[in-house]
């Protein structure tokens, strides 16, 4: 996924909808991937994660699901509240010598009251 | 218990200058990475460290540099500041490698 610079893609939502957050990955050869998410000001705080050999896990209101077959991630997120207005970013790690993260473009959720 | 833990939070340099930003890994965690990150844009990767040794490095240029100590906190140098290293840097630690966590990071302005 390549960044989008300054203008980041935006869902807004309505409060107690729910929310879904799409991302593109880039290697299909990615053993991971994590979910996270970034108030203004704060580093990327993490969600919920997912491996490679699995295609859906569910968290504390959040589900992630993977599709393998065209490299998309997605984060559900139910029943919206304020507190999740943040930008979201997808991760894949492609596990070699390092564990680094590669970063998609990031989502901004706007909950309206 | 706590995060990831990062100083200064926010400073300012001039360009030509050097900096020195830390990082304290949460404890127990062994693996320390830095990422860079520019408004707008999602963090880029640029150190890996586990257990005091280097595993990976981003595409960034040799004036940044990195080592971590023996206590597992890391140090994030860069030397020679450009106005395009104005950024957020975040450190990020693991236990197994797999589930990071970051700190809030260092915000450097170079002017």
């Known amino acids: 996924g390549e960044s989008v610079g300054l203008h980041l893609p935006t869902l807004s939502v309505q409060e107690g909808d729910n929310s879904i957050i799409n991302c593109a990955y880039s290697?299909?050869?990615?053993?991971?991937f994590i979910w996270y998410k970034q108030e203004s000001g704060k580093g990327p705080q993490f969600i919920i994660d997912?491996?490679?050999?699995?295609d859906k896990r569910q968290g504390q209101r959040v589900t992630v699901l993977l599709n393998k077959t065209v490299k998309h991630l997605s984060l559900q997120i139910a029943a919206t509240q304020p507190g999740d207005s943040a930008v979201y970013f997808c991760?894949?790690?492609?596990?070699?010598?390092?564990?680094?993260?590669?970063f998609g473009s990031g989502t901004r959720l706007l909950v309206r009251p | 218990d706590a995060g990831v833990t990062q100083s200064p939070t926010h400073l300012i340099k001039t360009r030509g200058q050097h900096v020195t930003l830390r990082c304290s890994p949460i404890?127990?965690?062994?693996?320390v990475s830095w990422y860079q990150q520019v408004l707008g844009q999602g963090p880029q990767f640029i150190f890996q460290?586990?257990?005091?040794?280097?595993?990976g490095r981003g595409n960034f240029p040799d004036r940044f540099s990195a080592r971590q100590f023996p206590n597992y906190s890391s140090e994030l140098n860069v030397n020679a500041l450009l106005l395009g290293d104005s950024a957020l840097y975040l450190c990020?630690?693991?236990?197994?490698?797999?589930?990071?966590?970051f700190g809030e990071g260092s915000w450097l302005t170079v002017v």
């Open positions: 990020a630690s693991s236990l197994d490698l797999a589930t990071i966590y």
């Open positions: 290697n299909s050869a990615s053993d991971y």
């Open positions: 997912i491996r490679s050999n699995m």
């Open positions: 991760a894949e790690i492609l596990v070699d010598s390092s564990y680094k993260l590669i």
């Open positions: 404890s127990g965690h062994k693996s």
């Open positions: 460290y586990y257990e005091k040794e280097e595993r």
